[in-house]
């Protein structure tokens, strides 16, 4: 392969945040600026191009200049849907890409090595899902999919399926290991994801501690 590959990011803001008490998660602020942004920042620069999942109306995330993709199986049919919608976008706007790498847009702590470390980990022989694992356990909403995936994906989703973990596991996904992150003898999951008002607490702790 001749030059960096290009791969596709896509951040997935289509969750209902009920345990946040609904609305949408990722425009809560943190530290002053909404988490998506955090995400953003984080992602930007590991890619040529990123794209957002969300449903709805797609005016409320202009002000971060992406492409807002919806769901094509289904409003609000979970992570698997977005990622199947990002995969058939991918296909049809970017048809040499072949491959997407997923993350979850309530991640402010995302890896720089994301993407380079997954795509080392790619078979060229034989292209395959890659997830990642920390400490805490797999994180199958982050990983690098074959957009060949696409077909078989959506066929799934409409026999039922809904459970991403589910999923990379059926496909035999190859998992990528990611060791803890540290500031001021704070350690962190860098796939920390702020599901609670706590968690939103314990991420802006860790901001302050990584900046003193």
Sequence with gaps: MNGPETIIGIVLAGGRSRRMG?????LLPL????LLAHVIERLKPQF??????????PARFSGFGLPVVADRL???AGPLAGIQSGLEWTRANRPKCRYVTTAASDTPFLPADLVSRCR???????PQLVVVRTEDGLHPTF???????ASHLAESIRAGDRKVSDWVRSRRAKEVMFQAIEAANRK??????INRPDDLDAAEAFLRASVT
């Design 48 to 57: 040529s191009e990123l794209i957002v999942n969300a449903n709805g109306d």
């Design 22 to 26: 609904g609305g949408d998660k990722c």
């Design 120 to 126: 080392a980990a790619i078979d060229e022989d034989n």
């Design 143 to 149: 990983g690098l999919w074959p957009v060949s995936l």
């Design 74 to 76: 289904g409003d609000h």
């Design 188 to 193: 962190i999951d860098p796939f920390f994801n």
């Design 31 to 34: 530290a002053g600026r909404p």
